[in-house]
């Protein structure tokens, strides 16, 4: 008997890996956007890089965005974290972080700044939320 519990808590355990796998794995690539919306005029320096991958620097004119596309891992790890800097202010933010963002942001991971900071768009919610200040 105590064999037959163990193996029906095996395949448990496997089914909701396996569902847990699907889920992350059938999203498919995400596509995160910064939007430059400080003053016109400003431009917005942009450096984005994970633990794996440097998605490199650039400057973002006024009114434009900055994208690149990517993949979360399998383990629901996947950390995109970026670097703005805005005339004499910087800030460093954690652009995706998948155990907050797996929700709330469908494909399209979009974060508008602004002379507040960076607000993130809840496509769940369907509003925008300031989350970090400068």
Same mark, same amino acid.
């Given at each position: 008997?105590? !064999? @037959? #519990?163990?193996?029906?808590?095996? &395949?448990?355990l496997?089914?909701?890996?396996?569902? +847990?796998? =699907?889920? &992350? @794995?059938?999203? $498919?690539p995400?596509?995160?956007?910064?939007?430059?919306? /400080?003053q016109?005029?400003?431009?917005?320096? @942009?450096h984005?890089?994970s633990?794996?991958e440097? &998605? $490199? +620097?650039v400057?973002v004119?006024? $009114?434009e965005?900055? +994208?690149? #596309?990517?993949?979360?891992? /399998?383990w $629901?790890?996947?950390?995109?974290? %970026? !670097?703005?800097?805005?005339?004499?202010? =910087?800030?460093?933010?954690?652009?995706?972080?998948?155990?907050?963002?797996?929700? =709330? %942001?469908?494909?399209? %991971? @979009?974060?508008? /700044? =602004?002379i507040?900071?960076?607000?993130?768009?809840?496509? !769940? #919610?369907r509003?925008?939320v300031l989350?970090?200040?400068?």
């Amino acid at each position: 008997m105590a !064999r @037959v #519990k163990r193996l029906i808590l095996e &395949v448990i355990l496997l089914l909701s890996l396996l569902l +847990e796998l =699907t889920a &992350v @794995v059938s999203i $498919g690539p995400r596509t995160l956007q910064i939007f430059n919306n /400080v003053q016109p005029a400003d431009k917005l320096t @942009v450096h984005c890089k994970s633990g794996d991958e440097d &998605v $490199g +620097e650039v400057e973002v004119k006024y $009114g434009e965005a900055y +994208e690149f #596309k990517f993949n979360p891992n /399998v383990w $629901g790890t996947t950390l995109y974290f %970026c !670097r703005i800097t805005w005339r004499y202010k =910087t800030l460093s933010f954690d652009a995706y972080r998948h155990s907050r963002d797996f929700t =709330t %942001c469908d494909l399209y %991971c @979009v974060w508008s /700044v =602004t002379i507040d900071g960076p607000y993130f768009f809840d496509a !769940r #919610k369907r509003i925008w939320v300031l989350r970090y200040k400068w």
